[in-house]
């Protein structure tokens, strides 16, 4: 079993930055791929970065790619989203989540609660 706790949402100005966090609980984070997923109202969830669990692989959705950097700590059960270059269309849940996958995807097994990330023009 995996905990996933977002965290570091907020209001931001259009051009501006922000750094999500998602702290995990389980010994078996490690192991896992790591993901951030949005959803915007009325849109589907879309994959956004994925990182290996080693780090030697990530993944960026092509609206994101240049802007967003995803990171991970094995050693602090965390994994990271930095995002600068904010636009509107970038409002959304962020949702945090592990699972046994590759790539950009949407089949994670473990969920966070999401963190709301609102860019104003």
């Known amino acids: 079993q995996v905990q996933l706790v977002e965290s570091g949402g907020g209001l931001v100005q259009a051009g501006g930055s922000l750094r999500l966090s998602c702290a995990a609980s389980?010994?078996?984070?490690?192991?896992?791929?790591m993901g951030w997923l949005r959803q915007a109202p009325g849109k589907e969830r879309e994959s956004v970065a994925a990182?290996?669990?080693?780090?030697?692989?990530?993944y960026y959705a092509d609206s994101v790619k240049g802007r967003f950097t995803i990171s991970r700590d094995n050693a602090k059960n965390t994994v990271y989203l930095q995002m600068n270059s904010l636009k509107p269309e970038d409002t959304a849940v962020y949702y945090c989540a592990a699972g046994r996958v590759l790539g950009l995807t949407r089949d994670y097994t473990y969920w966070g609660q999401g963190t709301q990330v609102t860019v104003s023009s």
């Open positions: 389980g010994r078996t984070f490690s192991t896992y791929t």
């Open positions: 990182i290996s669990w080693s780090s030697s692989s990530t």
